[in-house]
T-cell receptor
Framework: QKEVEQNSGPLSVPEGAIASLNCTYS??????FFWYRQYSGKSPELIMF????GDKEDGRFTAQLNKASQYVSLLIRDSQPSDSATYLC???????????FGTGTRLQVFP | GAVVSQHPSRVICKSGTSVKIECRSL??????MFWYRQFPKQSLMLMAT?????????EQGVEKDKFLINHASLTLSTLTVTSAHPEDSSFYIC?????????????FGPGTRLTVL
């Protein structure tokens, strides 16, 4: 069973702080990793994808990948109340079309 | 770019009826579309992978005769929930795989909330 694991939270951070979201995966052959944001009652929206070890930055978001440790994270700088949502980590299984999703981490940013 | 639409956004039906949900990629061609189901406070569960012009591939435990998938064109896939029952009430979300952003990036439709009475 290929798994993607996330802490369900909630993770509470004050406005302006850095939120750190973590994800581990079991399929060592996975090559592609995605972070989606899902507001309550809505469908997921893509935030970032990352393929290579290291950091990838896009605005206030930084994705970090460590394939040796099978670990991917998302940092949100200058967190805003509008960032409050559930963040889903998704991993593309090796040599398939499928994405396996974690259960998501609920982030709460308080003013 | 990479916009996916779904219709209807919400449907309420009586037990035993069939419901069809459409998924369209509006500004790109999607050779592969995916159908997910999400129950409250749970993550997305893949139901099936739909490839244009061929039969869908269903995940283990998903009844292919109950959840009929048709991918008639590069921009349209449909999911029909046949003889729906209250336990089929859920949030159904499609995604389409596009080339923008990577070969396996999936873009999600807004979802369809199905309530079976």
């Amino acid at each position: 069973q290929k798994e993607v694991e996330q802490n369900s939270g909630p993770l509470s951070v004050p406005e302006g702080a850095i939120a750190s979201l973590n994800c581990t995966y079991s399929d060592r052959g996975s090559q592609s990793f995605f972070w989606y944001r899902q507001y309550s009652g809505k469908s997921p929206e893509l935030i970032m994808f990352i393929y290579s070890n290291g950091d990838k930055e896009d605005g206030r978001f930084t994705a970090q990948l460590n394939k040796a440790s099978q670990y991917v994270s998302l940092l949100i700088r200058d967190s805003q109340p509008s960032d409050s949502a559930t963040y889903l980590c998704a991993v593309a299984l090796y040599n398939t079309d499928k994405l396996i999703f974690g259960t998501g981490t609920r982030l709460q940013v308080f003013p | 770019g990479a916009v996916v639409s779904q219709h209807p956004s919400r449907v309420i039906c009586k037990s035993g009826t069939s419901v069809k949900i459409e998924c369209r990629s509006l500004d790109f061609q999607a050779t592969t579309m995916f159908w997910y189901r999400q129950f409250p406070k749970q993550s997305l569960m893949l139901m099936a992978t739909s490839n244009e012009g061929s039969k869908a591939t269903y995940e283990q435990g998903v009844e292919k005769d109950k959840f009929l998938i048709n991918h008639a064109s590069l921009t349209l896939s449909t999911l029909t929930v046949t003889s729906a029952h209250p336990e089929d009430s859920s949030f159904y979300i499609c995604s389409a795989r596009g080339s923008s952003g990577g070969t396996d990036t999936q873009y999600f439709g807004p979802g369809t909330r199905l309530t079976v009475l």
